[in-house]
């Protein structure tokens, strides 16, 4: 008995093992693994949703290049405008100060050439107040006098006008009511009409702007001047 069971153990223990295995095959032969595609494409889109997630966070801090040339080429662009406008603004603040300048030394002695104009007033009234007849038969003493003070006029006048001050001479000229001021009219047919035909007090000016106008008187009732173009 014990021979066997020593003998035919073993024989049927094989036996058992064998029938496992054949039935087991058996089995994976009629359920097969699950190929579905549904499943699959349901993987394979998971998976191209997170390496698509993915991208992005890879490629954040990495800007185009051509996008990055335009950025330049534009920050250039504003930077020369800007650049343009500060040497335009400076060009124009040197041009108005030098035209400031030149005028404060043309015209910064405008109330005192307009006080020292009475002085010149005087020295003509002076010269003036001695006729033409009365000069011929004048002694030599009160020629010598009043040639002296048409001498000082004449030097007056020619200081005043390193400054830039000029006596306006008006006789004969048409009338300006920026340079002239009429006093009263004067008939007369052979004068064109607004012809300066008196002046009662001379004028100035400094630079181009009028210190004083000249007193004086204007002709009418002659022909009219012809305009000009």
């Known amino acids: 008995m014990l021979v ?12 058992a093992m064998t029938l496992f295995v054949s039935k087991d095959c058996a089995m994976t032969e009629q359920n097969p693994p ?17 390496s698509a997630e993915a991208s992005p966070q890879s490629t954040i801090g990495e800007p185009e290049p051509f996008t990055e040339i335009e950025n330049l080429m534009q920050e250039n662009i504003s930077l020369k405008d800007k ?12 041009r108005r100060t030098e035209r400031e300048v030149a005028d404060a030394k043309l015209y910064g002695v405008t109330s005192f050439a307009r006080d020292m104009l009475t002085f010149a007033d005087n020295l003509r009234r002076a010269v003036e107040s001695v006729s033409a007849d009365e000069r011929e038969t004048a002694s030599f003493a009160l020629k010598s006098f009043i040639e002296g003070i048409e001498l000082t006029e004449r030097d007056f006048l020619s200081r005043l006008s390193r400054f830039g001050v000029k006596k306006l001479e008006p006789q004969g000229e048409k009338f300006d009511p920026n340079l002239h001021e009429a006093l009263f009219e004067v008939s007369d047919p052979s004068v064109i009409a607004g012809t300066v035909v008196q002046v009662v007090e001379a004028g100035f000016s400094i630079g181009d702007r009028c210190l004083r106008p000249a007193k004086v008187g204007v002709a009418r009732g002659g022909p009219k001047a ?3 173009h």
């Open 226 to 228: 012809e305009a000009t």
């Open 34 to 50: 699950d190929h579905n595609p549904a499943h699959s494409a349901e993987h394979g889109g998971h998976e191209s949703s997170l």
């Open 83 to 94: 650049v343009l406008r500060t040497m335009a603004e400076m060009e124009n603040l040197r």
């Open 4 to 15: 066997e069971t020593l003998i035919f153990g073993p024989i049927h223990l094989i036996s």
